[in-house]
């Protein structure tokens, strides 16, 4: 929620330079931001093909969402730690790498472009509206959110994460019964 993204900056995670569209990076993983789980809100993405897709379609499996742009070194330094938890948990885990897309310093060519040519094996989506973004009060990249199956959020990480923590939370929320803060 917008809320509890800004209680997480207020709890220790790195201020941004900039609003999300404006190129704001956050600098390093910090520890999550649990909130209390919190539902999780709708918003809608297009995949690849520009097919509407919204969060709530995935509703009874867990899934974890991560905001990210070509122009974020920080992004680009956590994705092969996510195209590897994604070979571990992708048919548990609904992944959505969702690329911010403005269409101008960010676009959907350029994002597919880097992807493919990593040969990134996770689904791609991208927000060309700012519906995502602005659902979950995004003001630096990469963020992201971890939800359960019941839909609740379970965690939040502001800035890059190392693929140890990636594989941590995915284990937690594939997993059920899942409490705030626990591990």
């Not at 220790?12 to 520890?31: F, I, M, Q």
Request: charged residues 20%; contains cysteine.
């Amino acid at each position: 929620a917008a809320d509890s993204a800004a209680a997480g900056e207020e709890s220790g995670a790195p201020a941004s330079e900039n609003a999300a569209g404006s190129g704001a990076l956050a600098e390093t993983e910090t520890e999550p931001y649990h909130p209390e789980l919190d539902p999780a809100l709708d918003f809608h993405v297009e995949d690849a093909d520009g097919a509407a897709v919204n969060l709530f379609d995935f509703a009874g499996k867990p899934v974890v969402f991560n905001f990210w742009a070509t122009w974020c070194p920080y992004c680009l330094q956590e994705m092969d730690g996510f195209d590897k938890a994604y070979a571990v948990y992708g048919d548990d885990v609904q992944f959505m790498m969702i690329d911010v897309c403005d269409g101008r310093q960010e676009t959907k060519a350029k994002a597919l472009g880097y992807v493919e040519d990593r040969a990134y094996s996770f689904p791609v989506f991208f927000d060309t509206e700012g519906s995502a973004i602005a659902a979950y009060g995004v003001t630096g990249l990469p963020m992201t959110v971890f939800v359960n199956s019941d839909g609740d959020i379970y965690s939040m990480f502001y800035g890059a994460m190392q693929e140890d923590k990636i594989l941590e939370q995915l284990d937690i929320i594939s997993g059920g019964g899942l409490q705030a803060g626990g591990s």
